[in-house]
């Protein structure tokens, strides 16, 4: 069996998983792999356990493994020009072991304002932030100013230590915030992912707009 097989396969059981969130029994993956007999099902649920996509689960059946939420990453993409398109072995990546080095410290916060667009941090980004009690100047952090949270770029001066907002077009409306009683440092800021979508036509798309 080819790797590219399993991961079509694979492919259909992680869409199945988004949807319904368990996996199917060894009846319904046959049916979910186009009706394969039952002994070649079984040859891809156990190609998928050694490789670490499925794993045994109590009661007999089977659940995802360390590898199942793994992603395909592409080849680097430009911005600028176009490139030729080629096709190779997908590399796989889990997004929690991209973004994520310490999980029992993260916590994720979704994004209200504009104050940090200019580091392209924009309303309704969910922010990681790990925590931690300590930051440097210049450093991206979740702060506790008078028992209220914010996101901004740690700063220092004569005065002791402050918070910047990002944002040049409003510069006037975020004025640098400094504590009147007091600043505490929850955690600084590790990455972020947003889901966009964009309305309209969809290229290649039969049905009229």
Known sequence: MQQLDIFSYLGKLQDYYAR???????TQLSVLWDGKARSWTHRIMQR???????????????????????????????????????DVQPELLRIDDY??????????????????VDLGILEGDMVIIERSHSASPGQIVLAIVDDEFTLKVLSKDQKGYYLEARNDRRSKDYPPIRPEQKLEIYGFYVGLFRKTRIA??????????
Request: charged share 25%; glycine share 12%.
């Open 20 to 26: 319904e969130r368990i996996i199917p029994s060894t």
């Open 99 to 116: 973004l994520i080095e310490n999980p029992s410290q993260t916590i994720l916060f979704p994004v209200k304002g504009d104050s940090m």
């Open 200 to 209: 309209g036509h969809r290229l290649g798309s039969s049905r009229n707009p």
């Open 48 to 86: 998928l356990k050694e490789e670490g996509f499925l794993e045994n689960a109590p009661g007999g059946r089977l659940r995802p493994g360390p590898r199942f939420f793994e992603r395909t990453v592409g080849h680097t993409v430009r911005a600028g020009l176009p490139q030729q398109a080629s």
